[in-house]
């Protein structure tokens, strides 16, 4: 696919390594040579510097024979010019433009082809505020996905001593809850893969991903490790975009409170925040986090913009007692270094972009992608099409699918009802099958997998 | 340093390089000319070699970084080199030693076409037909032809492309992944080589001369199958031929392409590189002309026919002659010689410093003289529309400044070595400009010269190639410490 990225900025570097992997065409757009220069030299792909929205610069990206544009420029304004610009002079078939600002938001008539002619919007702040919201809701959890409007989830924990299955086969999952359905998509022991078999028995330290109806996940978290009690107090540093959209998602449920640097903007938020407390202060201000009762908190989340501020402000508040602590932070270097230390959980905007981004890149009739492992896994919501004659899928039973290596199809989503994967289930047109990777390289071939034959048109 | 990685690419690119005996040995079989041997033994030792690096290594995985696709670029032009020179030496050329082997297998491969072989008519033809093709593969860059073919010199592939492409901007890609730009450029190249070698024949050649000349010329080599070079052949259809491709050839292949995908010629017109070029080219011409009739006893059609076609010839460093130059009035040669430290565009198969360059150098200097009238204006150099950063102008004079540095070492070198002093200036820019001919005792070609001197120019040649600093870096301790 020929893909053209506006900004050369976090999400449309990593976007880049995402993509420029996969065999597809891609050319960068910025106005920063330096930026583009370190891309050019670790990847294959070309950059072009000027500004996005400018058609000359447009033209010079190959925006005539391009079959995707993404703008991820830091202005809101620009990406949806250059959108504009891709539609009315290139004709240019999928337009994506990042929006942080929520003002455009909300109101759908905006972007369709006759006014914004944006195909998708994509807004990392609040992808990354539901993907902290979802981790919220299920205490213990490193990583948890939604599949089919959030029916079905796919839930990345750790088992710990204490876990009932922890050190027993996995088929005693099927012993001890024999009314919840669920399949283990893949057991990492040590960073490598496992592909698990009835027999595989669980150890300590594992990272297990499995996927299950979303009102069994606490059960099911239950087996692996102590159950965690529901988190009440959270505490949120950093009052941007991500921490204000937090606390509002969360001040219905929880008790929150939030500390910001700046008092301007604490003022500000505080007007809009009716049940959270506002604070003025510093994130790693000892006396501040004594004062507000830092041991008393469940959870510890740091969403400032600058990651060492954020790594440093959960050491000390996990030192000064907290029970959990999460943070955000950018710098993928830095995600490698601190799984599984003092911070709990780390969470990485790129992902949850680049996750929402994937699903418009697949091939296929792909309803969700994410992401997982730091982007070397991947879960995917395919569409079965066609007959029994068109498809390499319909008609089926899973056992009779030739599946790539490390692939495994989890669950199958058929008129809103989740069906967790046997050997025998036959997968019928338009069922929505959820697949899991080990390793993307893949990818193509689960692709291939979904798309109809051609008679069938 | 990435030592085994390194080495398994060699080994693979050397593999890939013996291929290329197999045309002689077939040509020989076809001739019945009895040259086949030498080249099936040269593909035996070449294959087997790259395969003894290979082999052991064929799972060794990895990128290679900025700083190993120097090494890799270096050492493959050098080992390729010296592989090239086998079937040469082993073909039993007379008066040919090793050295001369070796010189000739670098001027072939780097499209000087300086040759040391006297009596090219009496050779068998598969050796002729080789040093052709050797040309050929050299002109458009054999790690770009390495880099279209092979997938896995994906990203590293950068770093060679960059290593081996001419002229001062080097990361302008045709088409987002390497691997299709160096499959564009290879396109076109064939394309220009049948249409050239369709050309010569209709001009009037024999099938055999027009493919082994059309390699020759695309690539700007300058390597003939006759010692009279294309003066043999006497026919200005064959001349007017030669020349448009030799223009062509000059030309930055990127415009090539833009031309070829828009189907228009704007990209020319707008282009300066190309129109500095035209008009340097145009106005030496004139020159060359004028003085031709003022001291020679020609008419004036075939003046313009001498004048247009070496000064061509000589311009874009191609090195083809149809006239011992070297016996013009001293203010042509010497004029000629240095129109080939201009050389073509860049980006094209032509050697030389470049268009580019000297059009940069040229507005810095008109750029230092506006600065002297507005001492507090800020000027700043512009190529078309375009901003050039002031790093590209400062790496044109450091390169600038290293060339002419080289230049004075090697010429020094060869007069110490016993040449005189035209000899030695003419045979060091004819090397290091990939042009060929020369003056003096290297006029029509270099077997008269000692073994030392023809080392020394194979070098040369492959400064001139690889643009200096690629091979230039390898000398520096800084690029070996850990």
Redesign the interface.
């Known amino acids: 696919m020929k893909i053209i990225i506006l900004g050369a900025g976090q999400v449309g570097a990593t976007l880049a390594i995402n993509l420029a992997g996969e065999d597809n065409d891609i050319t960068v757009v910025d106005i920063d040579h330096k930026k583009l220069r370190s891309l050019q030299d670790h990847l294959d792909l070309r950059t072009i510097i000027g500004y996005g929205s400018h058609p000359e610069i447009l033209e010079q990206a190959g925006a005539e024979d391009a079959d995707m544009l993404i703008a991820v420029t830091n202005s809101d304004e620009i990406n949806m010019i250059a959108c504009q610009v891709a539609y009315s002079i290139f004709k240019t078939p999928t337009k994506i433009a990042r929006i942080r600002n929520s003002a455009y938001l909300k109101y759908d008539k905006l972007f369709d082809a006759k006014n914004l002619p944006v195909d998708y919007v994509i807004s990392p702040e609040l992808s990354v505020v539901k993907y902290i919201k979802r981790l919220i809701e299920n205490p213990g959890a490193l990583q948890v996905v939604d599949f089919a409007d959030g029916l079905v989830q796919l839930v990345a924990v750790r088992a710990y001593y204490g876990g009932l299955l922890v050190g027993n086969a996995l088929s005693a999952l099927k012993d001890h809850m024999p009314n919840i359905e669920t399949r283990v998509a893949a057991v990492f022991r040590k960073g490598k893969a496992i592909l698990p078999t009835g027999d595989t028995v669980i150890e300590a330290d594992d990272e297990i991903f499995f996927i299950a109806a979303s009102h069994h996940i606490r059960q099911i978290t239950g087996e692996l490790q102590k159950l965690e009690n529901p988190y009440r107090r959270i505490m949120i540093v950093g009052g941007g975009n991500i921490g204000k959209g937090l606390a509002r998602a969360l001040e219905e449920n929880f008790e929150v409170k939030l500390i910001e640097t700046q008092s301007k903007r604490a003022l500000s938020i505080s007007d809009e925040l009716e049940n959270t407390i506002v604070l003025h202060g510093d994130g790693s201000n000892k006396e501040l986090l004594v004062d507000e009762n830092i041991d008393l908190m469940d959870l510890f989340i740091a969403v400032t913009n600058k990651d060492e501020a954020n790594i440093m402000s959960a050491l000390l508040a996990k030192k000064m007692g907290v029970r959990k602590t999460m943070v955000l932070i950018n710098n993928s270097a830095y995600t490698d270094l601190l799984h599984g230390e003092s911070i709990d959980i780390v969470v990485s905007p790129q992902h949850t972009t680049t996750s929402s981004l994937l699903r418009h890149i697949r091939r296929g009739d792909v309803a969700n992608v994410h992401s997982l492992r730091r982007g070397a896994a991947e879960a995917i919501e395919a569409v079965a099409h066609g007959t029994e004659d068109t498809s390499k899928v319909v008609g089926k039973a899973i056992g009779e699918i030739e599946l790539p290596p490390g692939t495994t199809i989890a669950a199958i989503v058929r008129e809103n009802k989740v069906i967790i994967a046997h050997h025998n289930i036959v997968i019928q047109t338009d069922d929505h099958v959820i697949l899991f990777m080990i390793d993307k390289k893949y990818v193509k071939d689960v692709e291939q997998l979904f798309q109809v034959d051609l008679s069938f048109f | 340093m990435q030592i085994q990685l390194i080495i398994r690419i060699l080994g693979i690119l050397l593999m890939i390089f013996s291929i290329s005996m197999i045309p002689p040995f077939i040509v020989s079989i076809l001739y019945a000319d009895g040259g086949g041997y030498a080249f099936f033994i040269g593909f035996l030792i070449s294959l087997s070699v790259g395969m003894m690096l290979f082999i052991p290594r064929r799972k060794i995985t990895g990128e290679l970084r ?1 700083r190993d696709g120097f090494l890799v670029v270096v050492l493959f032009w050098t080992v390729l080199s010296l592989f090239a020179a086998l079937p040469l030496y082993l073909s039993n050329i007379p008066g040919f030693n090793l050295s001369s082997a070796v010189f000739e297998a670098f001027s072939g491969l780097t499209t000087t076409g300086a040759t040391a072989i006297v009596g090219l008519d009496d050779l068998p033809h598969a050796v002729l037909f080789y040093r052709q093709q050797l040309q050929w593969l050299g002109g458009m860059g054999i790690i770009v032809l390495a880099v279209a073919i092979l997938p896995m010199l ?2 590293g ?2 770093q060679l492309y960059r290593a081996e492409t001419p002229g001062p901007v080097k ?1 302008s ?1 045709l ?6 730009t160096a499959k564009a450029l290879w396109n076109i190249y064939l394309g220009l080589t049948i249409a050239c070698a369709l050309s010569y024949w209709w001009a009037g050649m024999g099938l055999f001369d027009a493919i082994t000349h059309s390699f020759s010329t695309v690539a700007i080599g300058g390597f003939s199958t006759h010692d009279a070079s294309i003066g043999w052949f006497d026919n200005p259809n064959i001349e007017i031929v030669c020349m448009i491709f030799m223009l062509i050839s000059g030309i930055n292949f990127s415009l090539h392409f833009v031309t070829v995908r828009s189907l228009s010629i704007e990209p020319y017109a707008n282009d300066l590189e190309f129109r500095t070029y035209i008009s340097m080219l145009l106005i030496i011409t004139l020159v060359v002309l004028i003085v031709l009739l003022a001291h020679g006893d020609k008419g004036f059609s075939d003046s313009l026919r001498d004048a247009a076609f070496q000064t061509i010839s000589l311009a874009t460093t191609t090195g083809f002659t149809t006239e011992n130059f070297s016996t013009w009035p001293i203010f042509l040669p010497a004029l000629l010689i240095f129109a080939s430290f201009v050389g073509g565009c860049a980006g094209s198969t032509a050697g030389g410093i470049k268009v580019i360059r000297f059009l940069l150098l040229f507005k810095q200097g008109a750029r230092e003289i506006r600065k002297l009238i507005h001492p507090n204006a800020i000027f700043k150099i512009r190529i078309g529309h375009s901003v050039l ?1 002031e790093n590209i102008i400062e790496a044109v004079w450091g390169f600038f400044a290293t060339y002419v540095a080289l230049f004075f070492i090697f010429m020094f070198i060869l007069m110490g070595d016993g040449l005189d002093q035209v000899t030695a200036f003419s045979a060091v820019a004819a090397c290091m400009n990939n042009l060929g001919p020369g003056l003096g005792e290297v006029a029509v070609n270099y077997a008269g010269i000692s073994d030392l001197s023809k080392w020394v120019l194979s070098i040369a040649m492959l400064f001139g190639r690889l643009e200096i600093f690629t091979l230039l870096v390898l000398f520096t301790p800084a690029y070996w410490r850990k």
């Open positions: 900025a994906g990203i592939g950068m990361d890609k088409t987002p992944k390497i691997a299709g950063s």
